[in-house]
């Protein structure tokens, strides 16, 4: 990423800035600088020097720094400096991020701070803390334009021009009667290019509206599906309670991708960045699954003992183990992560159930059929003992197991999420290790029956 | 999704309307849905009533639904209803969405289709169709609004005025000179808060932009880390091409996560979405890596077979095969995943590999003493012969191998990363089959120092 280097570059010369020159010689140092540059030099100093830094900016500059700090590194950034530094410039920030900061500082710490802002302030945290984490309420800010049906174009623009620096965005803009309740959408364009003495009601279009409660994920599709700036976020009655902006839909985007990947990857997501985790987290955050698959695991491995007979004479079977318990692991897998995706981003829907099944028994059995081929060449090559009833051992094997893989994995996600379990928790290491057990029981069964 | 909830809703009088309605009745029944909703309604229809609905659309509503269809879908419905009842509604749509479809056209049916442009798009459409698939070329729209350094905000009010309805937004504008190099950036915010006297050159700020063939993943990183609306996208002379605007961002975002987690499932990435991509094309996908992944593990069964001395003699060693292969495999799963998306998003660095070695060795070497012990315990419980030897093997290996597994997973993606390959491609699954035959391998010798 150009930026992070560009960043990296001028690190030195600033680390030398902080140690030497005054207060004025900073700020104005930093002035060119993008707020999102800004907060990334603060992520890469040291305390120290950060403290200097932020002591340094103009209120206003530092609340544009601290919108752009991940939450726990700006609550360090509290703490570090103490609320009463930095109160003028964390009222100044937008309402979201805010309630997110005084959210994530220790409860005694953030009642401190909070009691420092105007109680306009005061409210608009209390009011958006009430909303759990991961729904439109948690994301969304307070900081939108509202119009009056009646108001003109000329108006609303005069109106616009004097709210807009208190404002997130003034470019999708919401039109409400006396009790709040969404009447409408206008963006700036349209209002741009209408007649002056039109009103709002006259331009207007039929809003469409996210609930308070909805997930995020929803949010953005939502954002997604009409290419939105923003969408708005109302309650049951249909009153409008802030808006969700393009760039939060980003950020939700991409920690959402990161979660999945996480669940997917065989373990509990983490709620911070890597760094960010503590180790005891990251130790739980992992031993759990892994210890709940080490279970699992263990059926194969009951299997294997019930078996001993089986394996004591064909001992050549062992060999071929983990080529079976790893290709239907694998295609399972595969299937999981299409399928899991696939829901993710609604390319594939919960009915869809018998056009998986169809394709996957297809494909099981198509990629099977290869794998199995495989294994007779490789039997054959090993020159192992009793060849045929190996290599047909194997070969029913891998069939029955690549198959079982790929339908297991494709259908756990969507049975997953009929029963209300986000699909991505169909992690690989999950169906691998299902699989593997199934693995084991199909080759001790096939060599008992082919063999014995 | 509740949009899809409305469109099955309304989905059978929508076909019974299209089976009997004329042409100004299907066209009046649609006018109140977004185009978005439309598209989503067209990807639902069977051909022939796709056909009747899309030829019942005025040209600019067409251009529209065809701007938020997928590519493939749309291209279907070219060959469908043919070029040249199409190519108005086409010529209307955003530059980028035009050159995509061209581009995804059989190329006969394709130059038909250019050939019914006005000269201008069809000039447009041969520059964009210029720039690789994956860079910011290929995903950008030629449809920004230029400005002038000595204009006025007023005359820039104007401007922006006349040309809004061509243009992608209007809420993010470039200054350029003469010769279309980029100078500034002013938003419609700035815009209409300063004084209409005032020139762009007065209060444009220091352009932030991408070079034309910059990866499209570090075009988003961009559109992130300022939460800009819009980046602009230069030649090597710095020269305005295009803009990226941030729906197209959340567009990409969303599909490099697919992408990704499709190379983390072990497989090759798909280019359509799973029911859009033909059989033989998923087969091939997937059976490259599982084939690859095959004889990887092909390693574990040939180690087995020349152990099989050892094997033999202490048979309880190989009921604890799937326990210790899979155990390995899942931490290195787990590491992989942290990395890999660590990677992605921007919070782990190249030259965090220090960093990462200590945590992945600290945090391997905790689970696996936690896992050995269990497998301390199976062992006891299931009262194998010779204990004490078996447990300490069982132990020795699972530490080492879990271990491993979490350093492999953890530095593969990094090294992968550095010699300029797609980290995502360090799958769970090829980490667990590299960690599997590993697992034998020091299964086997530490049973041969342990047990003979």
């Given at each position: 990423?150009?930026?992070?280097a ?8 600033v ?41 340094a900016?103009p ?18 950034l509290?703490?570090?400096l ?12 937008a ?23 105007p ?18 309420g ?5 900081d939108?334009?509202g119009l ?11 109106h ?26 206008v ?33 953005v ?13 109302v ?9 969700v ?49 080490f ?17 004591h ?18 295609s ?19 009915d ?20 199995g081929?495989?294994?007779?060449v490789?039997?054959w ?27 297991l ?5 969507v049975?997953m ?30 060599a ?5």
């Open positions: 990423m150009n930026q992070s560009l960043v990296r570059l001028v690190l030195p010369d680390r030398e800035l902080l140690h030497e020159a005054k207060k004025e010689d900073i700020a104005r140092a930093l002035k060119p600088f993008h707020a999102a540059d800004v907060a990334e030099l603060v992520e890469r100093l040291e305390d120290q020097d950060v403290a200097t830094l932020v002591a900016l209120d206003g500059k530092r609340a544009e720094v601290f919108e752009q700090l991940e939450t726990p590194q700006c609550a360090r509290v703490s570090l103490g609320p009463e530094a930095l109160a003028p410039s964390i009222v100044r920030m309402s979201d991020d805010r309630a997110r900061l005084v959210a994530a500082l220790p409860p005694e710490l953030g009642q401190r701070l909070v009691a420092l802002f109680a306009d302030e005061r409210q608009d945290v209390a009011e958006l803390s009430k909303y759990a984490a991961g729904t439109a948690a994301i969304m800010t307070s939108h334009v009056k049906p009646a108001e003109t174009v000329k108006d609303a623009i005069d616009i021009r004097q709210v807009a620096r208190r404002r997130e965005t003034i470019y999708a803009l919401y039109v409400v009667d006396e009790h709040d309740h969404l009447l409408g959408a963006s700036l364009e349209t209002l741009l290019l209408s007649a002056s003495d039109k009103t709002m009601m006259d331009i207007m279009l039929a809003p469409i509206s996210v609930k308070v409660d909805a997930d995020q994920e929803s949010v599709a939502t954002l997604r599906h009409y290419d939105f700036l923003a969408v708005p976020v309650d049951k009655q249909g009153k409008l309670l802030g808006i902006t393009h760039d939060d839909a980003l950020d939700v985007a991409t920690q959402e991708a990161t979660e999945d990947a996480q669940k997917m990857g065989g373990m509990a997501p983490l709620s911070a960045s890597y760094f960010d985790t503590s180790f005891p987290r990251l130790i739980r955050a992992r031993a759990v699954w892994l210890s709940v698959l279970f699992t695991e263990l059926v194969g491995g009951m299997v294997l003992k019930g078996q001993e007979e089986v394996i004479k064909v001992l050549p079977l062992v060999f071929f183990l983990p080529l079976i318990t790893a290709s239907g692991g694998n399972g897998a595969q299937a999981a992560t299409l399928v899991t995706r696939g829901l993710a981003v609604g390319d594939i829907r919960l869809d159930v018998w056009r998986i099944l169809r394709r996957e028994l297809a494909a099981g059995a198509t990629l099977g059929t290869l794998l081929t495989y294994a007779i490789v039997a090559v090993w020159g192992v003992e009793s060849f045929r009833g190996v290599a047909l051992t194997v070969w029913i094997t891998l069939l029955c197991v690549v198959t079982a893989g790929s339908l994995g494709s259908l756990m996600p049975f999420a009929r029963i209300g379990i986000d699909p991505a928790v169909t992690s690989s290491p999950l169906v691998t290790c299902l699989v593997d057990v199934l693995g084991i029981v199909i080759l001790t069964t096939v008992g029956m082919v063999l014995l």
